[in-house]
């Protein structure tokens, strides 16, 4: 039960996080995945501590990421994605930290229709901080909580500048109504697609794994190139970028095509 003052906090989180487990349940995963609900996080992140410090030193080699999703409905929100390669905060995340943070930016990039993020840094103020502490790699998403909204933030999101993210942060009015069900569905999407792009690939977050499998991960840097706003028709510079695409692998498409031809 979650008390008064932490409904967006905790309640709507697990919830998008167990609509995301039921789907799993329909699909067969390459890789096994675990799905937690941590307590005690807001007294010093005792549950995913705790759960870390009783894993044996082959459990944690066996873990190949963790997805932190805590607070994705704040009111006055912004779409957050934690920075693991460290390019725009002072810390970056342990080895892979970045493909995570890629998938991401990738997936808002493309498939959600180009929406904006920002990048927010591994603090340590949540369950990934167990995780990251021994090695493993982890990223995830974030809406805000007492941080405030600026100026800029608002000309992209929308809200109110000078506001809280979260303006009932740890308060007693952070009830049900305390939400945006825009934000929510929004990230909630982005969960979904990041569970079940690292469910189904072979290649380890690092690239280091080369196994056979439903396909992998590359990364690909493309340069700068001249566009056209598909809007106006008018000339525009496309920035270079480093993109992580998910390759099919070639026993899957046989089987695929091969269903179709029957």
């Given at each position: 039960?979650t008390?008064?003052g932490?409904?967006?906090?905790?309640?709507?989180?697990y919830?998008?996080?167990l609509?995301?487990?039921?789907?799993m349940?329909?699909v067969?995963p390459?890789n096994k995945v675990?799905?937690?609900?941590?307590?005690?996080?807001?007294s010093?992140?005792?549950g995913?501590?705790?759960y870390?410090d009783n894993?044996?030193?082959?459990?944690i080699?066996?873990?190949?990421?963790?997805?932190?999703?805590d607070m994705i409905?704040s009111p006055?929100f912004?779409?957050f994605v934690y920075?693991?390669?460290?390019?725009?905060?002072?810390l970056?995340?342990?080895?892979g930290?970045g493909?995570?943070?890629?998938?991401?930016?990738?997936y808002?990039s493309?498939e959600?229709g180009?929406?904006p993020?920002?990048?927010?840094?591994?603090?340590?103020?949540?369950?990934y901080g167990?995780?990251?502490a021994?090695?493993?790699p982890?990223g995830?998403l974030?809406?805000?909580?007492?941080?405030?909204?600026t100026?800029?933030e608002?000309g992209?999101?929308?809200g109110?500048?000078?506001?809280?993210?979260?303006?009932?942060?740890?308060?007693a009015?952070?009830?049900?109504?305390?939400?945006?069900?825009t934000?929510?569905?929004?990230?909630?999407?982005?969960v979904a697609?990041s569970v079940?792009t690292?469910?189904m690939?072979?290649?380890s977050?690092n690239?280091t794994?080369k196994?056979k499998?439903?396909?992998?991960?590359?990364?690909?840097?493309?340069k700068?190139?001249?566009?056209r706003?598909p809007?106006?028709?008018e000339?525009?510079?496309i920035?270079?970028?480093?993109?992580?695409?998910?390759?099919?692998?070639?026993?899957?498409?046989?089987?695929v095509?091969?269903k179709?031809k029957?």
């Open positions: 039960m008390p008064a932490a409904r967006e906090a905790n309640d709507f989180n919830a998008a996080i609509e995301v487990a039921e789907q349940a329909k067969k390459r675990r799905f937690a609900w941590w307590g005690a996080e807001e010093g992140l005792l995913s501590q705790h870390v894993l044996s030193q082959r459990e080699k066996n873990i190949a990421l963790n997805l932190n999703f409905g006055n912004v779409r920075d693991g390669d460290g390019s725009s905060t002072p970056a995340g342990p080895n930290s493909t995570i943070e890629r998938v991401f930016l990738d808002f493309d959600a180009a929406l993020v920002e990048p927010t840094a591994f603090s340590g103020r949540s369950d167990p995780f990251i021994v090695g493993i982890a995830g974030f809406t805000g909580a007492e941080g405030i909204k100026d800029d608002v992209i999101y929308g109110t500048a000078g506001e809280q993210y979260d303006p009932c942060y740890h308060l009015c952070d009830t049900f109504d305390n939400i945006s069900l934000a929510l569905d929004q990230m909630s999407d982005a697609h079940l690292f469910a690939t072979t290649s977050v690239g794994d196994g499998g439903l396909g992998k991960f590359k990364v690909q840097k493309r700068a190139r001249m566009g706003n809007a106006t028709g000339p525009i510079k920035p270079a970028k480093t993109v992580v695409k998910f390759t099919v692998a070639k026993s899957l498409k046989d089987l095509l091969k179709r029957k």
